[in-house]
């Protein structure tokens, strides 16, 4: 016979709002008491909207109007349970709900996490070894599994070398390409201001075209515009492809490029991309604007996309752990990026900006807003 689970722990008013006092971010569903203070950097519409709800009870705020949350988040919920409110009038948990509710009830249910509360020793894999080398077993099993959000850190690799180079902090990307796009707009650009550059001249003498100087700005903004398709692109159809589920390498191809991210959205050491991969990928591109375009306008053309990508991780990294204000850009895209990884996987692609979204008709569908009475 099984022992007995162990009593839930249970709270005074009291020991509450002591917690509450030092800054904790409790909240209640009835007498169930939850402590969501590690939750707080990781909510996906920000921690202040987690501590206008501190201290209240959010049972209404899961049932709606205006949203009602999904299974998925209320099990999330569970996680952070800490047991029971004991004593007291549960309806003064706290002095100021009645202002806290007047305050939830203006956020907006977009910003909401929908995550999966997973068993870790129940799950499909084993979370004390490295994932990478696990998910290509899970065949048909693996686009599901890996659209199952949660909030802890993965390991790819055995060699703690290899892991390293998988991983990086998000201010690397601005000290690593911050300079080399300056130096390559400078240098590109003296050499633009010698007046000697044409295009088309390698197909053709009668025909080229001066590129002059004044040209730079055109053809740095180009560059920018050029990335954001790059963006678009590979997300769609690179990092979304469905990888066969009898192909052991394909789908590690996969989790290893993008399906890590949607598996851990919180993960900060895998929210950019990491510097030694990253420069192959710069490479390559380089390679092909200076074989298709004059030196100095394709190195112009490089150097705005480069400038375009380190906004994209910039931007993608805030709409992970950002707190932007609500109504402006970046809060609306913030809303956009939590959709695509909890509700939508298959549309929304956009990182930095929906335009490529709105071209190519993959804009999430419009999920209706039921009035507040």
Same mark, same amino acid.
């Given at each position: ?29 009835? @007498?169930?008491?939850? &402590? ?24 209404? &705020? ?9 299974? !998925?988040?209320?099990? /999330? ?24 509710? @007047? ?9 909401? #996490? ?16 490295? +994932?990478? /080398? ?15 959000? +949660? *909030? ?43 007046? !000697? +550059? ?5 197909? *053709? *003498? ?57 598996? @851990? ?66 809060? !609306? ?31 999430? #569908? ?8």
């Amino acid at each position: 016979m099984d022992p007995a689970p162990p009593p839930d722990a249970s709270f005074s008013l009291a020991e509450v709002q002591q917690r509450l006092a030092a800054g904790a971010c409790w909240v209640r569903c009835g @007498a169930r008491l939850y &402590d969501l203070t590690g939750f707080l950097r990781q909510h996906p519409g920000g921690e202040q909207l987690l501590r206008a709800r501190a201290g209240q009870d959010v049972s209404a &705020d899961l049932d709606g109007p205006p949203h009602r949350h999904s299974a !998925n988040a209320r099990l /999330w919920l569970e996680q952070y349970y800490v047991g029971e409110l004991q004593g007291g009038d549960p309806q003064s948990f706290m002095e100021n709900e009645t202002t806290a509710s @007047a305050i939830t009830q203006k956020t907006d249910p977009a910003m909401q #996490p929908k995550l999966k509360v997973v068993d870790w020793d129940k799950d499909l894999i084993d979370w004390q070894k490295p +994932v990478l /080398w696990q998910v290509g077993h899970l065949g048909e099993k693996y686009d599901e599994w890996v659209h199952q959000p +949660v *909030t802890r850190p993965i390991r790819l690799f055995y060699s703690d070398f290899i892991e390293s180079l998988s991983k990086t902090v998000w201010y690397t990307v601005p000290i690593i390409w911050m300079p080399l796009m300056l130096y390559l707009s400078w240098s590109h650009y003296r050499t633009l201001a010698q007046g !000697n +550059v044409r295009l088309f001249a390698s197909f *053709t *003498t009668e025909y080229s075209v001066a590129i002059p100087k004044s040209m730079f700005p055109g053809l740095f903004m180009l560059g920018i515009l050029f990335w954001s398709l790059v963006e678009y692109l590979i997300h769609r159809f690179l990092f979304h492809m469905k990888p066969p589920g009898n192909s052991y390498y394909l789908i590690m191809l996969h989790f290893v490029l993008h399906g890590q991210h949607h598996k @851990a959205p919180f993960d900060e050491s895998r929210l950019v991309f990491p510097p030694a991969p990253a420069s192959l990928a710069m490479a390559f591109f380089y390679a092909m604007l200076q074989l298709l375009l004059p030196e100095a306008v394709g190195g112009t053309v490089f150097a705005g996309g480069l400038l375009g990508y380190i906004l994209y991780d910039m931007i993608h990294y805030y709409l992970h752990f950002g707190s932007p204000h609500k109504g402006s850009y970046l809060y !609306n895209m913030k809303a956009h990026h939590v959709k695509h990884h909890f509700a939508h996987q298959k549309s929304g692609f956009g990182i930095s900006s929906k335009f490529w979204d709105y071209f190519f008709h993959t804009l999430m #569908p419009e999920e209706p807003h039921l009035k507040m009475q």
